[in-house]
């Protein structure tokens, strides 16, 4: 079975720059979650989407991030104007409903992560 | 808020010395508790999780952790290390904001 699968695994660019992130979810997952991670702050939840419909998006940390899920098997963050301290590691997760308190399980999958440095 | 704590930011253990790593959570509700780990490079993979019922847990390569709800505390314990356990382990908690929380880790070197 394939996991979750980020693209690109390392990205390199110069502050102003746009960056795309991209995720594929598992399939027959109803829910995708974007966390950045740092040395600094950990694991941070940006947003979480639930069937294509983004829920909680009050981690995003400005208006220079944006995601999108345009259909089940795809998700993007995007930063746009870019800067240093966006350098970090941004984890694609996705999991399913399980019956758990809030519907699903809490059991998240979690893809390889791309790498973003930003000079 | 929720919030979940990690006191050990960094342990160093010779092989097949004890593990307890600590974990305490702020949310004073029922409260789902997990355990991550990522190994060197690798993503994060689930360790082991608490929803209710036996407050021990038993997981995935010997691992195991204790709910105990008077001390707000979902440690993890391993009774023997191995070099291969080196990694970094994350505690987590549902509700977060309907999404997990997650400590901000413990990293472990095993030392041969």
């Known amino acids: 079975d394939a996991g979750v699968i980020q693209s690109p695994r390392h990205e390199v660019t110069e502050m102003g720059q746009e960056v795309t992130l991209r995720c594929k979810p598992i399939s027959g997952h109803d829910y995708l979650f974007w966390y950045r991670q740092t040395m600094m702050r950990g694991l941070e939840l940006l947003i979480y989407f639930n069937n294509n419909v983004p829920i909680d998006d009050s981690g995003m940390p400005e208006d220079r991030f944006s995601a999108k899920m345009p259909n089940a098997s795809f998700s993007t963050l995007k930063i746009q104007p870019s800067e240093p301290r966006d350098s970090a590691v941004y984890f694609c997760?996705?999991?399913?409903?399980?019956?758990?308190?809030?519907?699903?399980?809490?059991?998240?999958?979690f893809g390889e992560g791309s790498r973003l440095t930003v000079l | 808020a929720q919030s979940v704590s990690q006191h050990n930011h960094h342990v160093i253990l010779s092989e097949a010395a004890s593990l307890e790593l600590g974990c305490n959570y702020s949310y004073g509700g029922t409260v789902n508790l997990f355990w991550y780990v990522q190994y060197p490079g690798q993503h994060l993979q689930l360790l082991l999780k608490y929803f209710s019922g036996d407050p021990l847990v038993k997981g995935i390569k010997g691992f195991e952790a204790e709910f105990i709800k008077s001390k707000f505390s979902f440690n993890l314990r391993k009774p023997s290390v191995q070099w291969s356990d080196t990694a970094e382990y994350f505690c987590?908690?549902?509700?977060?904001?309907?999404?997990?929380?997650f400590g901000s880790g413990t990293r472990l070197q095993v030392q041969p």
């Open positions: 987590a908690s549902l509700p977060g904001r309907r999404a997990l929380t």
């Open positions: 997760a996705s999991s399913f409903i399980g019956g758990g308190p809030f519907g699903y399980t809490g059991e998240l999958f």
